[in-house]
């Protein structure tokens, strides 16, 4: 079993930046080989995809965050990041690390003040 630690949110104004991370501890033996992703929820909206990075390190973003969102990956330190900038208040949401299969951290709460 693999656990998922995300931290790095925070409340920040219109156009700025965040890094959030995700650590994995645990069986994460195989953390280099696992795709892994943020997803983000909005109170009353359904969790949708932000990023992805697979084992050879290709990535896919949402459409509402490409070019202003990075996502990458240091299998050495068995962590994820996604380095956020120009931020929009439609970006505030909580944000999920995600291990496939089935790994989901706690969640971090990211605020965009307008």
């Known amino acids: 079993q693999v656990q998922l630690v995300e931290s790095g949110g925070g409340l920040v104004e219109a156009g700025g930046s965040l890094r959030l991370s995700c650590a994995a501890s645990?069986?994460?033996?195989?953390?280099?080989?696992?795709?892994m992703h943020w997803y983000r929820q909005a109170p009353g909206k359904q969790r949708e995809l932000v990023a992805l990075?697979?084992?050879?390190?290709?990535?896919t973003y949402g459409d509402s965050v490409k070019g202003r969102f990075t996502i990458s990956r240091d299998n050495a330190k068995n962590t994820v990041y996604l380095q956020m900038n120009s931020l929009k208040p439609e970006d505030t949401a909580v944000y999920y690390c995600?291990?496939?299969?089935?790994?989901w951290g706690q969640g971090t709460q990211v605020t965009v003040s307008s």
């Open positions: 995600h291990q496939s299969p089935s790994s």
């Open positions: 645990g069986s994460n033996a195989d953390f280099g080989i696992r795709s």
């Open positions: 990075i697979s084992s050879v390190s290709r990535t």
